[in-house]
């Protein structure tokens, strides 16, 4: 199965997405979605006033996407030097 990391921490972001999108006015979701959300943590800071939501989602999906990949490399190359 390839980058079967990356394909499982790219569906659970967007399901976050789309849970923040459709529950963002409940405390719970709306602070599970900034716990899980790497961009989140760091675009407040870049920008103050407005925060595009859309662009937020896109970013978290892509930052999750990328973990995903580094993941699924790290594990190649341990499988590659176990044998």
Do not use: Q
Request: charged letters at 15%; a positive charge; aromatic letters at 20%.
């Amino acid at each position: 199965m390839r980058y079967k990391y990356t394909r499982t921490l790219t569906l659970i972001s967007i399901a976050l997405c789309i849970l923040h999108f459709f529950g963002h006015e409940y405390d719970p979701i709306y602070l599970l979605f900034y716990a899980l959300s790497v961009p989140a943590w760091f675009y407040p800071i870049f920008k103050y006033t407005h925060i595009n939501p859309l662009l937020l989602y896109m970013l978290t999906i892509l930052s999750w996407a990328v973990i995903g990949y580094v993941i699924d490399r790290f594990a190649v190359t341990r499988r590659s030097r176990s044998r």
